[in-house]
């Protein structure tokens, strides 16, 4: 019998999980895996920090064991008994972003990070990696969940907060669920929110591939209250007591807007229908941020926020990069031996690897800025990712680049179109 099984094993083994086998290995159910990221410019180090459930899987069931983009870590789950790949899911967080700044050859940070992944049902071994800014591993860590285990806490609904769908497209097990979280909304402003909610909605739906693809959505409204109203802006000594306890100055950036409270973010979501995060914030002034596979953040209430909310959904769902550069910014974050993980930017590493087939035969590399169709015309354009020198984006201006720009450039919404195919549609 023992030799049958592990044929059935290997077997098993030659072809890609779909979503037929999700019900052979997982429980329909959620298993919150939380993690703590430390170090300094020069070190990763992972911690595996609890271990939660909640009824219910909300993420995708289809493409279990690929990666569309690589991110700037990854999480591998791998059955304990024969060693298949059971789930692959790629991120970026907060954290390997401050790597990259000054203050990390100062001084070593700790940074929450949470992700969810089906629940098995028998053992598996998980694998935590972090790369640096040339792809390299950083930092790894491998350990082994027993379904068992009984100190996996179960976990429900946050405590107070209501919630409701503002668009249902249909089941969640084959669409792409997105939440929208309320950040410094007083209790008595959840209607206020909610607007909030529906104009974001609008923004995304008014552009491609989201208009077209409308249908593989579902959204969900969160409406958590603060104390206080708005959020902390520390460079105007402001500080507030909010749901998520989010702030300006991001890295001493003025405009970067988010929270570092992972923990309490998935608290408020326990149990609720999401897998991407969008959190709106009850303020005026400038701002947001977006996260690949970890969420969202925007102001809700500036002349700008509709724009800035499309842009950063830009970075979180569909793992692209800023487009714009700086004069004076060379080389930094994109190294010029390596090539970008994200597919709107590219340094001529490997360019065949991103959009050389979308290039009419005349067109240069690089290529030249003309002023003609400067949302549609597909180049090789120098100047991207805050570099000014060594890294080349699609168009001359993009909905990743200027907030001017009504749509997404042709590379961008190809990237987006695929990451709702891979989520949604057996490869």
């Known amino acids: 019998m023992k030799i049958v099984f592990f044929i059935f094993l290997f077997l098993q083994s030659c072809f890609s999980m779909n979503a037929q086998d999700f019900d052979v290995w997982f429980q329909d159910k959620t298993l919150r895996l939380d993690y703590t990221f430390s170090g300094d410019n020069r070190n ?44 692959r899911y790629s991120f970026s967080t907060l954290f390997q972003e401050w790597q990259t700044t000054e203050e990390a050859s100062k001084v070593q940070k700790s940074f929450e990070n949470v992700f969810l992944v089906p629940f098995p049902k028998n ?3 998980i694998t935590i990696t972090l790369t640096d800014t040339h792809n390299k591993v950083k930092g790894v860590l491998t350990h082994r ?19 409701k769908y503002l668009e249902k497209s249909g089941d969640s097990k084959d669409k792409i669920d997105v939440a929208f979280v309320a950040e410094g909304y007083l209790s008595d402003e959840m209607e206020v929110f909610l607007q909030d909610c529906k104009a974001s909605i609008g923004a995304l739906k008014a552009h491609e591939p989201f208009k077209t693809m409308a249908d593989r959505f579902n959204f969900v409204a969160v409406m958590a209250p603060s104390q206080q109203q708005g959020v902390s802006i520390p460079h105007d000594n402001v500080w507030k007591n909010t749901a998520l306890n989010s702030n300006f100055d991001t890295f001493y950036s003025n405009r970067y807007l988010t929270t570092l409270h992972l923990k309490k973010l998935h608290d408020l979501l326990s149990g609720l229908p999401y897998e991407h995060i969008v959190i709106l914030a009850n303020t005026d002034n400038y701002g947001g941020g977006g996260i690949y596979n970890s969420y969202v953040m925007s ?35 994109y190294p010029s031996d390596t090539e970008p993980w994200e597919p709107n930017i590219t340094t001529l590493v490997d360019f065949k690897s991103k959009w050389s087939d979308m290039l009419e035969p005349q067109v240069k590399i690089p290529t030249e800025p003309s002023g003609k169709d400067i949302y549609t015309q597909v180049g090789v354009y120098e100047g991207g990712g805050y570099q000014s020198k060594g890294v080349y984006r699609p168009v ?3 909905r990743m680049k200027i907030n001017e720009a009504p749509v997404f450039c042709p590379v961008c919404e190809r990237a987006i179109r695929r ?6 549609i057996q490869k």
Not at 78 to 87: A, E, F, P, Q
Not at 145 to 163: C, N, T
Not at 300 to 305: D, I, P, V
Not at 419 to 424: A, E, G, L, R, V
């Open 44 to 87: 990763q180090h992972i911690s595996l920090d609890e271990m939660m459930w909640f009824d219910n899987w909300y993420g995708r069931r289809v493409n279990l064991d690929s990666l569309l983009l690589l991110g700037n870590g990854q999480l591998c789950m791998k059955d304990s008994r024969s060693g298949r790949v059971l789930y």
């Open 123 to 125: 053992p598996v071994d």
């Open 145 to 163: 969940i027993d379904p068992q285990d009984i100190l996996i806490r179960p976990v429900s609904a946050g405590e107070g907060i209501s919630w």
């Open 299 to 333: 102001a809700a209430h500036n002349a700008k926020s509709i724009p800035v909310v499309v842009h950063e959904f830009g970075h979180s769902f569909a793992g692209l990069a800023d487009e714009y550069y700086y004069d004076d910014a060379y080389e930094t974050s």
């Open 396 to 398: 001359q201006e993009c």
């Open 419 to 424: 990451m709702i195919d891979y989520s949604t």
